[in-house]
């Protein structure tokens, strides 16, 4: 029990890191104030603002480098096809949260995208069931799991290497990792280095897939601090209300 313990613990760390890399990436450029616009509590801001310049040079001079190098070599169809790929192994989480959320229609969808993708899209590498069958992905998380079931999002933090985050988004972010199968199958030596493997292909493909957004965000924000954690919590706030229809 101790052994699956700790390589849940280990493996959620590294799950975790892959999409949180490029998190300072996601928020689009600030403009007018959106549906969803707030001002938002940030007790934790001094933590959170070294942590935010922290992940900032991380990208800057690690993994833009490396993503843009990895984009040289390899053409932007190879990569959408490994991004397919990634999406296809990451099918679990989305079809237990929306089971979680009762679902039934879209949990139902995602089994069914599995299945299509993993054979005739040549184990995932291409999204055959969204282009010949009309099956679109129903991104889901725990997180957005708990929000639906009222459970308060907590104050918002900037975690070092996974980036913005809030309370009830690091419990779902623990939750979903959770939910990898290879450390309940393989021993600890091998579903830890393979976890880590796939959490640094994985950053290293979706950056190279948005090399550009960052800078976009950089060049319109006064405050770029500001302008990240507000495109967070407004992404946030607009797929928890799209769940909760």
Not at 124 to 138: E, I, N, P, R, T
Not at 190 to 208: H, Q
């Amino acid at each position: 029990m101790l052994k699956i313990i700790s390589a849940f613990l280990l493996v959620a760390m590294t799950v975790m890191v892959a999409p949180a890399f490029a998190d300072p990436a996601a928020p689009p450029p600030p403009g007018p104030p959106g549906e969803y616009a707030q001002s938002y509590g940030d007790p934790l801001a001094p933590f959170n603002e070294k942590m935010f310049w922290f992940n900032l040079k991380l990208d800057k001079f690690v993994l833009h480098p490396v993503a843009s190098g990895y984009a040289f070599v390899l053409p932007k169809p190879a990569r959408e096809s490994v991004g397919n790929f990634f999406d296809n192994v990451n099918f679990i989480p989305r079809f237990a949260n929306n089971l979680f959320q009762l679902r039934m229609a879209d949990a139902g969808g995602e089994v069914a995208r599995f299945g299509i993708n993993s054979t005739l899209g040549v184990g995932g590498l291409f999204d055959v069931a969204d282009s010949w069958f009309g099956l679109k992905q129903h991104n889901d998380d725990f997180g957005l799991t708990l929000g639906h079931y009222g459970v308060g999002q907590g104050a918002y933090i900037v975690w070092p290497f996974l980036g913005p985050s809030t309370i009830r988004d690091t419990v779902g972010y623990a939750t979903d990792s959770a939910m990898w199968p290879l450390p309940y199958f393989v021993p600890w030596y091998v579903s830890i280095p393979t976890g880590a493997g796939k959490a640094v292909i994985e950053a290293v493909n979706y950056r190279s897939l948005h090399l550009n957004l960052f800078e976009e965000v950089d060049r319109y924000a006064i405050d770029l601090y500001g302008a990240v954690q507000d495109g967070y919590m407004q992404r946030r706030t607009a797929q928890l209300k799209e769940v909760s229809e």
